[in-house]
């Protein structure tokens, strides 16, 4: 039973635009996210999070966007550069107690080329 | 510079073998992960241990897999007999109970042959 859903293995961008990266999850008792970049021989790097009071949290050309009612979160890359070809994973996770508390679950993720 | 360390790097065994891997996570830090990388399953939870107590085991194959943590500075995977399917990436992570994210190792690239 995926949890975490990114349900497009792959996305080809130019440089200087925009980047988005969907990710879809079904349970609703996730109250944290976060956005992984993964670069070949590497382990996956933490890049953004947002919490589920939020539906928005930007960090330079990073922003990730919460829609609650539709379980779904969204990854900006604005512009897209070259360096920002990598594999990206969403995750979800439970912060606010439970046996789960911390447990991380993350989805297929999103191969993104950016071309120069 | 505080990373999450793991060993070894790339494994060769002979399908039947025991394979361990082995874990150090950021000191100080509560919370730890096993993850399997494959191409359909993506990162594929299959163990995760809080305050060193294994909390949630269900992805992994019991018959063939374990994980344990001797003490707060050591995880261990063992794989025992190993079979050309287990051939992955298998990644360990480190983290704070209320921090939300993990620290990621560098991974143990396994091959059964």
């Known amino acids: 039973d995926q949890q975490v859903k990114q349900n497009s293995p792959s996305l080809s961008v130019q440089e200087g635009r925009i980047s988005i990266l969907n990710c879809d999850y079904t349970?609703?008792?996730?109250?944290?996210f976060l956005w992984y970049k993964k670069y070949p021989a590497e382990g996956p790097t933490f890049l953004i999070s947002?919490?589920?009071?939020?539906d928005k949290n930007e960090d330079g050309r990073f922003t990730v966007f919460l829609n609650k009612s539709a379980k779904h979160l969204s990854l900006h890359i604005v512009p897209s550069q070259p360096g920002d070809s990598a594999v990206y994973f969403c995750?979800?996770?439970?912060?606010?107690?439970?046996?789960?508390?911390?447990?991380?679950?993350f989805g297929q993720g999103t191969i993104l080329t950016v071309h120069p | 510079d505080a990373r999450v360390t793991q060993t070894p790097r790339h494994k060769v065994t002979e399908m039947g073998q025991e394979v361990t891997m082995r874990c150090q996570p950021i000191?100080?830090?509560?919370?730890v992960f096993w993850y399997r990388q494959t191409m359909m399953q993506g990162l594929e939870l299959l163990a995760y241990?809080?305050?060193?107590?294994?909390?949630?085991d269900s992805g992994m194959p019991k018959d063939r897999f374990s994980a344990e943590m001797p003490d707060a500075t050591l995880a261990t995977l063992k794989i025992q007999p190993s079979e050309p399917r287990d051939s992955a990436v298998y990644f360990c992570?480190?983290?704070?109970?209320?921090?939300?994210?993990?620290?990621f190792g560098q991974g143990t690239r396994l091959t059964v042959v």
């Open positions: 992570a480190s983290g704070l109970v209320g921090g939300g994210e993990a620290f």
């Open positions: 241990f809080r305050n060193r107590a294994p909390l949630d």
């Open positions: 995750a979800a996770s439970y912060i606010a107690g439970g046996t789960s508390y911390g447990k991380l679950t």
């Open positions: 349970n609703s008792m996730f109250d944290y």
């Open positions: 000191l100080g830090h509560n919370t």
């Open positions: 947002i919490s589920s009071i939020k």
